[in-house]
């Protein structure tokens, strides 16, 4: 193929037309770059003098050209993080002048913010592909992405019980109540409350996903009061 600098692409199902991705993914990995490593898809036909830019209408990223049926199917940050898209085969989307599905010029397909959409791959009318630390499926007859269930088997060995043979070691803060009868203890984010004879341990109800520290008695009584970060910032 007489290209230079082609770096990812995909036949046509004739063989006649080439649909690629000019220079190579820039390595930074900047959201929003506009740089000279910018990405442009293009279409080269057999036996054309030239190619054929397709997205010299934005001056974003568009990569990783996907064909099916008759449509271009790319990822482009057009706005402003990384999506999937499509455009009709042979067809100069800015001469269109249409983003909307009705019309069948340039369509967005899906519209994530924050982490783009990385390696996608189509088969068979489906495009899978990478968002954050998850794995997604884009329907392009449904017309709807699903992340993917991914259940590992294996013995997860940091969530198995396991017996601490010293836990004065994680200790972080405790407390002795005026009179002397009960101990409070502050135990990675946990609190709890026993007493310094036989007894029942209480542990101090709180959401999961918080974190207690720094606990005291109140004065003259057996009630407590700590820091905690459940409404978002630390507070007594």
């Keep these: 193929i007489p290209l230079d600098l082609a770096s990812d692409g995909e036949f046509e199902s004739s ?3 080439f649909y690629f991705t000019r220079l190579p993914r820039q390595s930074s990995n900047a959201k929003r770059y506009t740089g000279g490593l910018i990405e442009n898809l293009w279409k ?3 036996g054309a003098d030239e190619a054929v830019p397709l997205t010299a209408d934005f001056e974003g990223t568009s990569r990783s050209p996907m064909l099916w049926k008759d449509r271009l199917y790319f990822c482009t940050d057009r706005d402003g993080s990384m999506n999937i898209w499509s455009m009709p085969l042979g067809e100069d989307p800015a001469a269109s002048g249409s983003e909307t599905k009705s019309s069948g010029g340039l369509i967005q397909h899906t519209d994530f913010t924050g982490f783009d959409v990385l ?3 189509l088969n068979k009318g489906r495009i899978a592909f990478q968002k954050g630390a998850d794995l997604w499926i884009y329907h392009i007859e449904k017309d709807q992405s ?4 991914i259940r590992l088997s294996s013995d997860f060995d940091q969530q198995r019980t ?3 043979e010293t836990p004065l070691d994680y200790l972080d803060d405790y407390a002795i109540s005026p009179d002397g009868s009960k101990v409070a203890v502050t135990v990675r984010g946990r609190a709890f409350v026993a007493p310094t004879k036989p007894g029942r341990l209480v542990h101090l109800p709180q959401e999961q996903s918080t974190r207690i520290r720094d606990i005291e008695f109140l004065p003259e009584t057996n009630e407590v009061y700590y ?3 459940e409404t978002g910032e630390t507070e007594f």
Excluded: H, N
């Excluded at 699903?146 to 269930?149: D, F, G, S, T, V």
């Design 162 to 164: 396991r017996w601490l």
């Design 146 to 149: 699903e992340k993917i269930a």
């Design 15 to 17: 063989g006649e037309t």
């Design 44 to 46: 080269f036909t057999d």
């Design 119 to 121: 390696s996608p791959c």
């Design 227 to 229: 820091l905690s970060d």
